[in-house]
């Protein structure tokens, strides 16, 4: 059975960091590059950052989060993480992690979903 899990969110004061963690079972993960999103009421669907399959030689960010936020993965974990560093009210979301067979070039049209953690930036 597939199992596609983010963990990690929570309540953060402006300026401080989380690490969310994607972790996954019942498929090869290796081979899916792994994008996270996130969701804010009244705002677009965006893509945050996505790293390429195998070893990840592959990172985007999203404008918004460029030098604030790393992604990495960990393959003999079947995990992914979110460092996200400096913080801002607007971070706050749902954040979703998802794999994509064919890479990181779609911004919208991902496999597998994971169910979401919630991220909130206030003081």
């Known amino acids: 059975q597939l199992q596609f899990v983010e963990s990690g969110g929570g309540l953060v004061q402006p300026g401080g960091s989380l690490r969310l963690s994607c972790s996954a079972s019942?498929?090869?993960?290796?081979?899916?590059?792994i994008g996270w999103f996130r969701q804010a009421p009244g705002k677009e669907h965006e893509r945050v950052s996505c790293?390429?399959?195998?070893?990840?030689?592959?990172?985007d960010y999203a404008d918004s989060v460029q030098g604030r936020f790393t992604i990495s993965r960990d393959n003999d974990k079947n995990t992914v993480y979110l460092q996200m560093n400096s913080l801002k009210p607007e971070d706050t979301a749902v954040y979703y992690c998802?794999?994509?067979?064919?890479?990181?070039?779609?911004?919208?049209?991902?496999?597998?979903w994971g169910q979401g953690t919630q991220v909130t930036v206030s003081s």
């Open positions: 998802a794999a994509d067979r064919a890479g990181c070039s779609s911004l919208h049209d991902y496999d597998y």
């Open positions: 019942g498929f090869t993960f290796d081979y899916y590059a």
């Open positions: 790293i390429s399959s195998f070893a990840g030689r592959t990172k």
